[in-house]
């Protein structure tokens, strides 16, 4: 091994004690076995995995992969088979070979198990170490801690995060939904962590330059109805932020049935301040409202005439008694302060909802 495996010459000497035992107790298991001759066809695959790889901790699985135990088994069965005619009278030989094929035939097997187990407890431990990362960054309590737990996960984005909500898909085993959004994360060049809570799949994105495109890179991997994304937040620990707009534009997305999908949670300002989102409200008030009350003492007043007037112009220069040019020249700052057009449907609603809010609030600055 020493010789041939260049892998086995850089392990430590423990590691290489426990891999001599193991080829040890293969060995003596084929002896055993051959010895015993009770008729069995072939030794039993897991009393083979307990006896041969059982000698061997189970940490050990994580030092030496399946190839490399591949090329350990293969080269055991080789200098087995380059003794047996050495060692044996010529006329045994033949039964000897056909009982090592046999033999090694169940090792193969019995190794498969081994790190089929072990591939099997290590992703069941992953996808509870997931959903641990994915829940502190939804209670805001992600800290040292959860950056570590997210790097033993392989997480490695730098740059951006966002956080996208949605329905799980019916019919996709809870089991295999995590690995099929990963992969379509790393086909748009981002990282991702997900967790399945109830009906509800969330995904944490990294690397994330636009959250709307982000997000389209996962979205056909949610089911049916609304899919949100939060703000784009600086870092795994700051993620908090694009979480809570996430999951208060999720709960309130059906007041908007004809949403783009996806959907930025600030496209939801106004259903979220309807269903009670304080952060909503704040966000229409300060950076909406005010801005046109410290601009112009007639832009909230010709915004509000317009709007109660059905968004007609004309309407809105006959009541305010001024040109309509005047009004249309008001709405296009209106446009520019805020960002929303009143001539938009859909931001005419937000300006009026911002309008109430504001002036609910009695803030002038």
Not at 19 to 43: E, H, K, N, S, Y
Not at 73 to 98: K, M, Q, T, W, Y
């Amino acid at each position: 091994m020493d010789a041939e495996l260049p892998w086995f010459r850089d392990l430590s000497a423990q590691d290489r004690s426990w891999v001599g035992l193991i080829v040890q107790a293969g060995i003596r298991g084929f002896v055993d076995w051959f010895r015993a001759d009770d008729g069995t066809p072939a030794p039993d695959a897991n009393k083979l995995a307990a006896s041969v790889f059982g000698a061997a901790p189970r940490a050990l699985a994580g030092v030496i992969n399946l190839q490399q135990t591949v090329d350990l088994v293969r080269l055991s069965i080789a200098v087995v088979e380059s003794d047996v005619d050495r060692l044996l009278d010529p006329e045994d030989v033949p039964l000897v070979h056909a009982a090592v094929l046999r033999y090694a035939r169940e090792v193969a097997f019995a190794t498969a198990e081994v790190y089929a187990r072990a591939a099997e407890t290590r992703g069941a431990w992953d996808a509870r170490l997931e959903a641990l990362v994915v829940d502190a960054v939804l209670r805001a309590e992600a800290d040292e801690s959860v950056l570590s737990r997210a790097s033993a996960l392989g997480w490695g984005a730098v740059g951006d995060v966002a956080v996208v909500l949605g329905s799980v898909p019916e019919g996709t085993p809870a089991t295999d939904l995590p690995e099929e959004v990963r992969r379509a994360a790393r086909a748009a060049g981002l990282e991702a962590l997900c967790a399945v809570q109830g009906d509800r799949l969330v995904v944490l994105l990294g690397g994330v330059d636009d959250p709307r495109v982000a997000a389209e890179a996962v979205v056909g991997r949610f089911g049916e109805g609304p899919v949100v994304v939060g703000p784009a937040a600086d870092d795994l620990t700051a993620a908090y932020a694009s979480a809570r707009a996430a999951v208060s534009a999720h709960r309130a997305a059906a007041g908007w049935p004809g949403a783009p999908r996806p959907v930025q949670s600030i496209e939801l300002l106004p259903e979220r301040a309807l269903a009670g989102d304080g952060h909503a409200r704040r966000h229409l008030v300060e950076e909406v409202y005010l801005p046109l009350v410290r601009a112009r003492g007639t832009m909230t007043e010709t915004l509000a005439t317009y709007l109660d007037e059905g968004s007609s112009i004309e309407g809105a220069a006959r009541t305010l008694f001024v040109h309509p040019n005047t009004v249309r020249y008001r709405l296009r700052q209106v446009t520019a302060l805020t960002g929303y057009s009143p001539t938009r449907p859909r931001d005419a609603f937000v300006l009026r909802i911002a309008l109430v809010l504001g002036r609910q609030s009695g803030r002038t600055d």
